[in-house]
């Protein structure tokens, strides 16, 4: 009904826009602008205008099933915050726990957020309200007008009383409105009031947590050893035992007044997730057969009904998104034994009774947790539970110290990836860090309670013991989370895609991370204490001048920007698996369009973080031309780089894969990026070489076309060999050869008279360029022996050194 009152409403927005437009067409005023009389002939067909808009008008305010509903509960919700002030007040009164506290403060914080969201619901239903009647004082006026102008033309009676029935249906019509708008501002005055009894409600709450959070240092109840406690705590439990009683109440309550209409929709989504846990087990128990490595996956299929119950309870936030703590407390409670099933497999037998018992001491704290008239016994209760950690604590570090203590692996070198073992050894270590600090948490809560510091100890003991029980939930979130991504990209859809199966592993772990993140903040969104913090801390604002910005803004920009470049190099991988393999495209053109469509990607997710930001996106222009100037006058190089850069991958002279040779470098080309080009030589080394000098200079790409090559084999040989006969043999031998090509045929040339030698060149042709050089060796090695077998001399340097006797000059000897 809603989607056909809000389509209803734009159909009149629509037609009141025809009518302007038509009458701006003819040079009139439109009916509904109040510029002048209506002409007499037209006065009809305004009329069933003004009847027809009047219609579609009051279907389009009519109260939206929202609005009803606000005006149905708010009686009984003023009605209900009267009594839970006065309880409230009674609460307090009694001295309760801090937890009761926590829990009547959030209560009130939740009620609070759902006034304000109906007192926002009814301010755009009264703007909406109001300008419909200032449309409608427009079009009345109009029509006064055209009365008294009629009546002064002398116009026929049917005319004036056409006009008289219109402005009496525009009044009705604003009757109608008027008292419409203020049955809508009596509401949002009912709903200030109960605002301020919510704020004060809160108030009193805040007092008294002020005052506790200040006297935590003070002792605010009997020790262990005293009597007093032992005697209040027995006779407080029929107390107790009601106070258990009422908050099951006001969850039964709160369920059927608040989320009875969810409650279906939660049941829905609960059976589908069975039912596609159900029927996937058989697939992977065949996905495990076929692949080992996804045992882990087949563990959430093999308990189906456990793991959809924690999904359904993750997914409890968004389906009651009003809820208060209390029902999320609830459905912790409820996901408590499946988190025990999910987790228990991957535990030994005493690590597995240490978790049954943590869950009971979970049950039973909730139950402590809302004992607000019992004292005594909450505090007694609270020592049990304190008492049982430690010493369940106490017998898992014992445990552990008795099993056999690993080699101590020595410390990875920098760079150096850790392996199985490190981590193993890093996680146990971890797991008794953690394990001592439980302890000491528990068993300094125990001694501080213990003593009559109740408030104190219940700070520490019950914050260790929440902590811990939300770590295991999330824990089995994250399996069964992981387990359905595992399935999903194990699917037939996934199954079509390379860029999936190659880099499944990957995909995985990147999943994990994300899941490991995403669901602690969502069990933080059943802390109302968190959310309100969190929300105010993202509310929070600073700023220069008329620039204002705030911590929600730098967190949406970042994520944009960061998601932006996510999606790049998803699209990126992709269009490299899945897309060009399967188009014919000439070579060069993919990886062009995969650098183009990454930075348009990059590019629109910066222009929308930038929107994201508040910024405006007509100014974008302007900055682009400042950084243009900018980059003119201080990054020419970088500017002249990234243009080559384009250059290349659009020109593409040269490819990836092409061995080039520029300014004395010759290797393969490895990347063409925006900047430099890297080019790895023969020597194993890595250049990169900046894109303006592959433009700039002349470059030689040896496997620009193909990558058949010409290997030239210098041959020299002795004086006395026949000219012929050696030609002949070396051609027999290039031809012999099997990587040498036959078109064209290998050839010897008999190149001129050296000083000791007769010169000859055998010339080969390869198409395998990377193997020139040894297929060169190849045929040295047979020319060698070739020559030796027919016998011709390889030529020897020459030197003829000439003696002339000197006759002795008279006089020496």
């Known amino acids: 009904m809603r989607v056909v009152r809000r389509g209803l409403g734009w159909a009149l927005g629509l037609t009141l826009a025809v009518v302007t437009a038509a009458h701006a067409q003819s040079g009139e005023p439109p009916a509904d602008s109040g510029g002048g009389p209506i002409p007499l002939a037209e006065v009809a067909a305004r009329a069933a205008e003004i009847r027809s808009l009047l219609e579609t008008q009051d279907v389009a305010i009519t109260p939206s099933r929202e609005v009803q509903t606000i005006l149905e509960r708010l009686p009984a919700l003023g009605d ?78 049917v005319v004036l009383d056409q006009i ?41 709450v805040a007092q008294v947590r002020a005052d506790r959070i200040r006297r935590l240092g003070e002792r605010d109840g009997p020790p262990l050893w005293s009597a007093v406690l032992w005697k209040g705590a027995a006779s407080q439990a029929p107390a107790a035992a009601r106070d258990v009683l009422g908050a099951e109440q006001a969850v039964m309550s709160e369920v059927a007044r608040e989320h009875a209409t969810r409650i279906p929709l939660h049941a829905l989504v609960f059976a589908g997730l069975v039912a596609m846990l159900w029927r996937g087990r058989r697939a992977a128990r065949r996905w495990v057969a076929d692949d080992p490595s996804a045992a882990s996956v087949a563990e959430v299929w093999s308990r189906p009904i456990s793991s959809a119950l924690v999904l359904a309870c993750v997914a409890a936030p968004w389906i009651y998104p009003e809820a208060t703590p209390l029902l999320g407390r609830v459905l912790a409670l409820i996901a408590i034994v499946p988190v025990l099933r999910l987790i228990r497999p991957s535990l030994d037998r005493v690590l597995a009774a240490a978790l049954y018992v943590f869950g009971v001491l979970f049950l039973v704290d909730a139950i402590r947790s809302v004992l607000s008239t019992a004292p005594l016994f909450e505090h007694m209760l609270f020592l049990a ?51 001592r600090l439980l302890l000491a948490a528990f068993a300094g809560a125990f001694v501080l309670a213990g003593t009559g510091y109740v408030e104190l100890g219940r700070l520490v003991g019950a914050g260790a013991l929440g902590s811990s029980y939300y770590g295991l939930a999330i824990l089995a979130a994250v399996q069964v989370a992981r387990g359905l991504a595992g399935v999903l990209l194990r699917s037939r859809v996934f199954a079509l895609l390379a860029s999936v199966q190659q880099n499944r592993a990957v995909l995985e772990r990147c999943i994990v991370r994300v899941l490991r993140i995403a669901a602690p903040l969502d069990a933080l969104t059943l802390l109302s204490a968190a959310v309100s913090g969190t929300r105010a801390m993202l509310a929070a604002q600073w700023g220069w001048g008329a620039i204002r910005i705030s911590l929600s803004d730098v967190v949406v920009f970042g994520l944009t920007i960061w998601l932006a470049f996510v999606a790049a190099a998803a699209l990126r991988l992709v269009l490299a698996e899945d897309v060009f393999p399967r188009v014919r495209m000439a070579r060069g053109v993919p990886l062009a369009l995969s650098v183009v469509i990454q930075y348009a990607v990059i590019f629109g997710g910066f222009a929308l973080a930038l929107a994201a930001l508040g910024m405006d996106l007509t100014k974008l222009t302007i900055l682009a031309s400042a950084f243009g100037v900018g980059a003119g006058l201080g990054l020419q190089t970088v500017v002249n780089n990234f243009a080559s850069g384009l250059i290349l991958l659009f020109e593409r002279p040269i490819h990836l894969g092409d061995v080039v040779q520029v300014a004395g470098i010759a290797g393969e080309v490895r990347h063409i990026g925006v900047r430099a080009t890297l080019v790895r030589t023969a020597d194993g080394a890595e250049v990169f070489v900046p894109n303006s000098l592959l433009i700039a200079q002349s470059v030689t790409n040896w496997t620009y076309s193909d990558l058949r090559r010409r290997i030239v084999l210098p041959v020299r040989v002795a004086y006395g060999a026949a000219p012929q006969r050696v030609t002949e043999l070396l051609t027999a031998i290039g031809a012999r050869h099997p990587q040498v090509s036959g078109d064209p045929a290998a050839a010897a040339v008999f190149m001129g008279f050296g000083e000791n030698s007769l010169d000859f060149e055998l010339r080969a042709w390869t198409d395998r360029f990377g193997d020139s050089e040894t297929i060169q060796s190849q045929l040295a090695d047979s020319v060698y022996a070739a020559l030796n077998e027919a016998r011709i001399d390889l030529p020897v340097p020459r030197r003829d050194v000439r003696l002339r006797q000197v006759a002795a000059e008279p006089g020496k000897d």
């Not at 552990?400 to 193993?424: N, W």
């Open 80 to 157: 209900e915050l009267r009594v839970r002030l006065d309880q409230t007040a009674a609460r307090l009164g009694t001295n309760p726990p801090l937890p009761v506290i926590e829990q009547l403060g959030s209560v009130w914080e939740a009620t609070r957020a759902r006034l304000k969201s109906w007192n926002d619901t009814m301010t755009q239903w009264t703007t909406r309200v109001e300008q419909e009647r200032g449309r409608l004082t427009t079009l009345r006026e109009s029509w006064k007008h055209s009365r008294e102008a009629a009546a002064a033309s002398g116009a026929p009676k």
């Open 164 to 204: 008289d029935g219109v402005v009496s249906q525009l009044d009705a019509a604003r009757t109608r409105l008027e008292a419409r708008l203020s049955a809508l501002l009596a509401t949002q005055y009912r709903l200030a009031l109960l605002q301020r009894r919510c704020d004060e409600g809160l108030s009193r």
């Open 385 to 435: 539970e304190m008492m049982v950690a430690s010493l369940v604590m106490i017998r898992l570090l014992t445990s552990a110290r008795r099993a056999a203590p690993p080699a101590a692996a020595p410390t990875p070198a920098a760079g150096d990836k850790p392996t199985e073992a490190d981590t193993d050894i890093m996680a146990a270590a971890t797991r008794r860090l953690v394990g």
